[in-house]
Antibody, heavy 122, light 108 residues
Framework: DVQLMESGGGLVQPGGSLRLSCAAS????????MSWARQAAGKGLEWVSATSGSGGRTYYADSLKGRFTISRDNSKSTLYLQMDSLRAEDTAIYYC???????????????WGQGTLVTVSS | EIVLTQSPGTLSLSPGERATLSCRASQTISSTYLAWYQQKPGQAPRLLIYGTSSRATGIPDRFSGSGSGTDFTLTISRLEPEDFAIYYCQHYSGSPKTFGQGTKVEIK
């Protein structure tokens, strides 16, 4: 079975940093692009970032303005999201998502983790 | 950036009734890259439909998708108690991969 397990969420002060991890199992990790999506409390879904199966291509939501960095370690079947200069509006549940493609450009989201909560507050 | 607008915001129906959810794109999109997701309270979203009309693995055939151009529809032929949830459409080609704001299907 495909499993995606996020970790690394928590409480951080505005301007701080946090690194999320997503441990994947049950499939050939390097064959799939991966994304992060987020959802603020009571709000809709927002795509954050994607990376190709090799990690060589990355894509970001314009609203992040270079504050977040997605990466992956295929030897560990793990996806990461480095979040810097965090703001209150970044408070959300962050989901690790498997895409159906390998390139990262055109796959839908066929498996989702349960999410990890990031709270940005002083 | 493509904007997806879902309507109605909330749909109040009874079990057994038919649900029709709309997703309108701000410009013409390829039907290859339109998906629908279901989200229940406290759970992660689940893929229902991809490529406008293809059901994901394990999705019952009471769920169907249609549309082209800028107008897309998710239909639930006969609502079961477990279908009351929030539904999101998504355009997943390119960047950003945008979601609609969601339609809540609630029990009348």
């Amino acid at each position: 079975d495909v499993q995606l397990m996020e970790s690394g969420g928590g409480l951080v002060q505005p301007g701080g940093s946090l690194r999320l991890s997503c441990a994947a199992s049950g499939f050939t990790f390097s064959s799939h692009a991966m994304s992060w999506a987020r959802q603020a409390a009571g709000k809709g879904l927002e795509w954050v970032s994607a990376t190709s199966g090799s990690g060589g291509r990355t894509y970001y939501a314009d609203s992040l303005k270079g504050r977040f960095t997605i990466s992956r370690d295929n030897s560990k079947s793990t996806l990461y999201l480095q979040m810097d200069s965090l703001r209150a509006e970044d408070t959300a549940i962050y989901y690790c998502v498997r895409q159906t493609d390998s390139g990262g450009y055109s796959g839908c989201f066929d498996y989702w983790g349960q999410g990890t909560l990031v709270t940005v507050s002083s | 950036e493509i904007v997806l607008t879902q309507s109605p915001g909330t749909l109040s129906l009874s079990p057994g009734e038919r649900a029709t959810l709309s997703c309108r794109a701000s410009q013409t999109i390829s039907s290859t890259y339109l998906a629908w997701y279901q989200q229940k309270p406290g759970q992660a979203p689940r893929l229902l439909i991809y490529g406008t009309s293809s059901r994901a693995t394990g999705i019952p055939d009471r769920f169907s998708g249609s549309g082209s151009g800028t107008d897309f529809t998710l239909t639930i032929s006969r609502l079961e108690p477990e279908d009351f949830a929030i539904y999101y459409c998504q355009h997943y080609s390119g960047s950003p991969k945008t979601f609609g704001q969601g339609t809540k299907v609630e029990i009348k």
